[in-house]
């Protein structure tokens, strides 16, 4: 079945840099990839994600890129500021189970002042 | 306001009593799904609906019952609780799973 690999499982950046996690699924069929973000005590929340149609998508500072022939995708954080840090985790859907979204093991993000 | 409510958000009980956490969500989602969260696991999913009528077993399903009798509530069954079920457990609804998925608050469950 599917497995999806997330990297690395702490980052830590000066605030201003900016922050790359990546993840490398296994199943070259999964077409759909996204992102969320779980802040302290909150449930997750999607900031992003992208189809295995497309290679790339932004949105202001945040920004996914997908490698289908490596089979892994990656979020891209620009201008890191103090609200960034957070537990990011990505995700894809196999085809052999459309209906089962397989999680990564997610990446804490420290954004240092 | 769009939700997802999950109750209760905090509960301590004992091995083997039966308890049950509700989810319902005013969005008239198709697709809902709980999963537990434990440190250094990240969320793992229990179990999941396509549809009313229609639930199917996520990666951790051992423990756990569930049902979708109605589209908006999505109820998590523990029938006999014990210690490794003590969790951070989020209910989640969206559209189809190819659409963003909202969360819940979460329910933290201690069982003793």
């Known amino acids: 079945g599917e497995n999806v690999e997330q990297h690395p499982s702490t980052l830590s950046v000066q605030e201003g840099d900016s922050a790359v996690i990546k993840c490398t699924y296994s199943?070259?069929?999964?077409?759909?990839f996204p992102w969320y973000k779980q802040e302290l005590g909150k449930g997750p929340q999607l900031i992003i994600d992208?189809?295995?149609n497309v290679g790339e998508k932004k949105d202001q500072r945040i920004a996914v890129t997908l490698n289908k022939t490596a089979k892994h995708f990656s979020l891209h954080i620009t201008e890191t500021q103090p609200e960034d840090s957070a537990v990011y985790f990505c995700?894809?859907?196999?085809?052999?189970?459309?209906?089962?979204?397989?999680w990564g093991a997610g990446t804490k993000l420290i954004i240092k002042p | 306001e769009a939700q997802v409510t999950q109750n209760p958000r905090y509960l301590i009980t004992v091995t083997g009593k039966k308890l049950t956490v509700t989810c319902s969500q005013n969005?008239?989602?198709?697709?809902m799904s709980w999963y537990r969260q434990d440190p250094g696991l990240g969320l793992r999913q229990i179990y999941y609906?396509?549809?009313?009528?229609?639930?199917d077993k996520g990666d951790v399903p051992e423990g756990y019952k569930v049902s979708r009798k109605e589209k908006r509530n999505f109820p998590l069954i523990l029938e006999s609780p014990s210690p490794n079920q003590t969790s951070l457990y989020f209910c989640?609804?969206?559209?189809?799973?190819?659409?963003?998925?909202?969360f819940g608050p979460g329910t933290r469950l201690t069982v003793l």
């Open positions: 989640a609804s969206s559209r189809t799973v190819y659409n963003e998925q909202f």
């Open positions: 969005m008239n989602h198709e697709y």
């Open positions: 609906s396509m549809n009313v009528e229609v639930t």
């Open positions: 199943d070259s069929a999964s077409n759909y």
């Open positions: 992208i189809r295995s």
């Open positions: 995700a894809a859907i196999p085809m052999d189970s459309n209906y089962q979204l397989i």
